[in-house]
């Protein structure tokens, strides 16, 4: 039996879905598959406000950016990998694979690339069944059970669902993905730190930088700080059951020690900036643009505090690499903050 916390926890699979399913809805970004996986979220009466929205089309602006970043980056890599931490129910594969990330040049998704999408068991036997039904999905990505979850290869392509509470031994998680360590690979976790006790944290990203010798990493997570707005939202999450006094969530509260702890785990480069400042500079003015036609918001100054308490970090184990294309996606202090082994 699931605990209370642990059910939270997996519910917020379907509620990153209900707001990009109203973001895409509005008119902020395309996504040809997300009402394939709204149709699966359990109902909710709650009505996403424009706030929300705009916040989630700049997450999935700059984690789409990163991602185009680390394609450009590695021009001459016959081969790549991408590994989802939390992947929940995200689309970014299939849009990959088509072409239609946003800030993503359509001829990658002819790249090479090995995908691994990794959640918890429960949440990836959900995907793998959602795919499975899908009348447009089933027959282009056709899905075997593995002991870990589920796979398939397309054009010389793996995409491949696992199975894995992250709070377990991170080295059973490299087990699983069994990662071809001389390819160049990209590790992407978004809100998913922030729920795991602090050590935990810093295990899986200390296995995530030595699991192959060129990783990146990219991760999108809240910095509470200590202003009243912060604290209130450490209430808030606390109050729910997802996050405890002991949750990295609750021990790093800074963009500072955010950068500090990518370094200690390994990375020899690390770099990150709070959201309004990567609003102003990873998301691209045409995006901004259509934000701004998308909806009228009249909530300007919560909706940049709310940006202010949430980070977008970027680190790299190359410390030969000089002029990272993710590393210059952060803007330079004093709106990012960058550190070196």
């Known amino acids: ?10 519910a917020t699979a379907d509620d990153a879905i209900r707001t990009k399913h109203a973001a895409v809805h509005a008119g902020y970004y395309a996504d040809d598959y997300i009402d394939t996986f709204f149709q699966s979220c359990a109902p909710s009466q709650r009505q996403v406000q424009p706030i929300i929205k705009r ?18 980056g590695h021009q001459t890599a016959s081969k790549l990998q991408i590994v989802v931490v939390g992947a929940g129910k995200d689309t970014s594969y299939f849009r990959f694979r088509d072409g239609s990330l946003m800030g993503t040049e359509s001829n990658n998704a002819s790249r090479e690339c090995d995908w691994y999408d990794v959640d918890h068991s429960l949440v990836i036997e959900e995907k793998a069944r959602i795919i499975g039904d899908s009348e447009t999905l089933a027959p282009q990505y056709p899905l075997k059970a593995t002991s870990h979850g589920f796979t398939c290869t397309t054009n010389d392509q793996n995409y491949t669902l696992i199975g894995h509470d ?15 360590a001389s390819v160049p690979t990209l590790f992407l976790t978004e809100c ?3 729920y795991v006790p602090d050590p935990d944290s810093k295990n899986l990203l200390s296995a995530l930088s030595t699991a192959v010798k060129n990783a990146s990493v990219v991760c999108y997570e809240p910095i509470l700080g200590s202003d009243a707005f912060g604290k209130m939202m450490q209430q ?10 002991d949750s990295c969530l609750v021990r790093t509260k800074t963009l500072q020690s955010q950068i500090e702890k990518l370094v200690e785990a390994g990375f020899a480069k690390a770099s ?16 901004r ?13 919560e909706w940049v505090l709310i940006m202010q308490h949430y980070c977008f970090l970027v680190g790299t184990t190359d410390d030969k690499d000089t002029e990272s294309s993710l590393l210059s996606l952060i803007p330079k202090p004093p709106q990012g903050f960058s550190m070196n082994k």
């Open 55 to 72: 916040g989630t089309h700049a997450r999935v602006a700059c984690v789409d950016r990163a991602i185009s970043s680390f394609l450009a």
């Open 1 to 10: 039996m699931l605990s209370p916390t642990d059910q939270r926890i997996i």
């Open 289 to 301: 643009q259509r934000a701004n036609r998308c909806e009228f918001l009249d909530e300007m100054e």
């Open 236 to 245: 808030n999450l606390l109050q729910v059951g997802v996050a405890t006094q």
């Open 272 to 287: 990150g900036c709070n959201m309004w400042s990567a609003y102003q500079s990873v998301v691209t003015a045409e995006q």
């Open 166 to 180: 992250i709070r377990e031994d991170p080295s059973v998680l490299i087990k699983k993905l069994n990662l071809d």
């Open 192 to 194: 998913v730190l922030m």
